[in-house]
């Protein structure tokens, strides 16, 4: 049952200054009870406006969705209740990565904690429910999957616990109905819990209605949502031919630390590999659910300390890690909603500072639509798509339009600085090849002749004379094989299929 709705003016990573409140508090001490409570049990001088209103929702025992932008404290709207509240509350998060980097953050701010995780000893649990009812764990972490075991459920019936947070709530909707089902069965978990709070920093109103639909059932639900927007972060769309020569392009040239995003785990594993071979610099590691445990504790270690590395990951890293630095975040491939696609951005500029973030575009992008099988996840995809495509309209207006949120003034995107790409690199010198050698020249040959190396092979077949030979140095065949590929999915460039011209390259219909 839908609750009443609160609406914030900002929550974002600015948030002080939009809601007129200065860095520090105007005056010496806390201004309020909450304030109060705030600094003496987490050291925290104040709060904003929304994380009181979150706060005093949770002690007066109601149930709520909190819908606030990345960077804006959610985590300090549950860590204080549960430092208050009698018994304990149990947190539920989709990462073993992100469960890692709040260890870190309750450490630091000495809250007692613990986690449940899947392969733990009987005596490590025994252990663990034992300090619960001691009341010496405050916080429970958990991934979905080892909060539904019912071992767990059995465990926690007969323990005090005070509520159940759901941390990254989209992901009910956007992971749910795919590879982790065990999000669809947090509702079983959560009708037994007195309290029940769960946070996103982006949802449609598709994936509200998802998440209340999950997790709250008929129970009545406050939905409490503060402005999406992060107007620290410049949002730019990248037409390409070549993702691998776009990577490298920009890799040489953005403020690191910096997070490359890819669709799969090959992706990620080859996206770092040659990017550390062609930058010939070890500081470029991939991330991805595969690793191993220790391996992935070695790469968060390492990235959390750098200031200047630059991370290959899937969508296993991101979510909640709380890394204030990273200046720049880069789509490899679109992703699969409006949701992945700004938490994903959203790592970058949580110290507040100007932060980019790139989303590269080509043709495998418009293909991918056609492998997603559900109709929704392709709708949804199919929404992305469409952003990144709009050449004339406010990025972050687009953005914000697909969650439903009022448009904001624009701090920064390719369409209000006018610099969108209107022509990928590479195109116009592809183009320009192949019309000057029209039916002379394989996909193959044509790459050999615009990166312009001589040697034997080139000679051999005679493409050192072609006309625009070496237009495109500095590029490898591969990535110009790459470019010319989308040309031809495209078609502006087409392949002879038949007679004597066979496999040889010409200009297509749509070649401009």
């Given at each position: 049952m839908k609750g009443p709705d609160t609406t914030l003016g900002d929550g974002g990573s600015s948030a002080a200054e939009a809601l007129g409140l200065p860095e520090k508090p105007a005056v010496p001490g806390p201004a309020n009870p909450l304030d109060a409570l705030a600094e003496r049990l987490l050291g925290v001088p104040y709060l904003f406006p929304y994380q009181k209103l979150v706060v005093a929702n949770a002690l007066e025992g109601r149930d709520q969705i909190v819908i606030l932008p990345t960077g804006a404290g959610k985590s300090l709207c549950f860590q204080l209740p549960a430092q208050l509240l009698p018994g304990a509350s149990?947190?539920?998060l989709p990462l073993l990565a992100l469960i890692a980097d709040q260890a870190r953050r309750l450490a630091a701010s000495g809250t007692p904690c613990g986690a449940i995780r899947g392969g733990q000893e009987p005596s490590e649990r025994a252990a663990l429910w034992k300090r619960v009812r001691a009341g010496a764990v405050k916080l429970l972490r958990a991934t979905p999957e080892a909060l539904i075991s019912p071992a767990v459920g059995e465990a926690l019936s007969r323990l005090p616990v005070a509520q159940l947070v759901i941390d990254e709530a989209h992901c009910v909707s956007e992971w749910?109905?795919?590879?982790?089902?065990?999000?669809?069965?947090?509702?079983?978990?959560?009708?037994?819990?007195?309290?029940?709070?769960?946070?996103?920093?982006?949802?449609?109103?598709?994936?509200?209605?998802?998440?209340?639909?999950?997790?709250?059932?008929?129970?009545?639900?406050?939905?409490?949502?503060?402005?999406?927007d992060r107007p620290n972060i410049s949002y730019t769309v990248l037409p390409t031919l070549s993702k691998e020569n776009e990577l490298l392009r920009l890799a040489r040239s953005i403020e690191r630390p910096a997070l490359i995003f890819c669709r799969s785990r090959i992706g990620a594993e080859l996206t770092a590999r040659r990017l550390r071979a062609r930058l010939a610099d070890e500081r470029v590691l991939f991330y991805h659910a595969g690793l191993s445990r220790e391996e992935k504790k070695r790469v968060e270690g390492w990235f959390f300390a750098s200031r200047d590395g630059l991370l290959a990951a899937t969508c296993a890293?991101?979510?909640?890690?709380?890394k204030a630095g990273i200046r720049t975040v880069i789509h490899r491939d679109v992703p699969p909603s409006v949701e992945a696609f700004l938490q994903e951005s959203g790592r970058a500029g949580r110290d507040k500072e100007a932060s980019e973030s790139y989303l590269l575009l080509s043709e495998e992008d418009l293909a991918h639509e056609q492998a997603i099988d559900d109709p929704v996840a392709r709708r949804r995809y199919r929404a992305l798509l469409d952003f990144a495509l709009q050449p004339l309209r406010c990025r972050?207006?687009?953005?914000?339009?697909?969650?439903?949120a009022q448009p904001e003034v624009c701090f920064g995107c390719d369409v209000c600085r006018r610099s969108v790409r209107q022509r990928s690199p590479g195109e116009e010198e592809l183009l320009r090849f192949v019309g000057a050698n029209r039916r002379r020249h394989t996909a193959v040959d044509a790459a050999l002749a615009l990166c312009g190396r001589r040697s034997y092979e080139s000679a051999r077949r005679g493409l050192g004379g072609a006309p625009g030979f070496g237009r495109l140095a500095g590029w490898e065949p591969g990535e110009i094989e790459e470019a010319i590929g989308n040309l031809v999915q495209r078609g502006a460039l087409r392949i002879a299929r038949r007679g004597p011209w066979k496999g040889r390259l010409t200009t297509g219909r749509r070649a401009r």
């Open positions: 149990v947190v539920v749910g109905e795919t590879f982790r089902p065990s999000y669809l069965e947090l509702g079983r978990v959560a009708e037994r819990m007195p309290l029940v709070t769960a946070f996103t920093a982006t949802a449609s109103p598709l994936v509200l209605d998802k998440v209340r639909e999950i997790l709250f059932a008929d129970r009545e639900v406050t939905t409490v949502v503060a402005n999406p890293y991101g979510l909640g890690i709380d972050r207006e687009g953005l914000l339009a697909l969650l439903g």
